[in-house]
Nanobody, 115 residues
Framework: QVQLVESGGGLVQPGGSLRLSCAASGSIFSSLAMYWYRQAPGKERELAASITWGRSTSYAASVKGRFTISRDNAKNTAYLQMNSLKPEDTAVYYC?????????WGQGTQVTVSS
């Protein structure tokens, strides 16, 4: 069983940066594709970024050029570096790991972008 724990959320001013972390327990992290989703109040959960076990990345149009997803398999951790944050980036951010027939979600971390 794998547990995912997000951290790094908080309150930041527009134009600021945050780095989210998703720490995974267990030994299969390197075999998982990792995803960052977000859900704003009153909206559906949406995919923000993804990274395969082979480190191929993809991004939603709304975050491309501002967010960077990465992974450190030695630390069993995925990251989401968020720059040039906007108020519309305010949401709960969730990480997800998929692989070996399993699908894991973290509990989420709140990101609030406000002056």
């Amino acid at each position: 069983q794998v547990q995912l724990v997000e951290s790094g959320g908080g309150l930041v001013q527009p134009g600021g940066s945050l780095r989210l972390s998703c720490a995974a327990s267990g030994s299969i992290f390197s075999s998982l594709a990792m995803y960052w989703y977000r859900q704003a109040p009153g909206k559906e959960r949406e995919l923000a970024a993804s990274i395969t076990w082979g480190r191929s990345t993809s991004y939603a149009a709304s975050v491309k050029g501002r967010f960077t997803i990465s992974r450190d398999n030695a630390k069993n951790t995925a990251y989401l570096q968020m720059n040039s944050l906007k108020p519309e980036d305010t949401a709960v951010y969730y990480c997800r790991g998929v692989g070996l027939g399993r699908d894991y979600w973290g509990q989420g971390t709140q990101v609030t972008v406000s002056s």
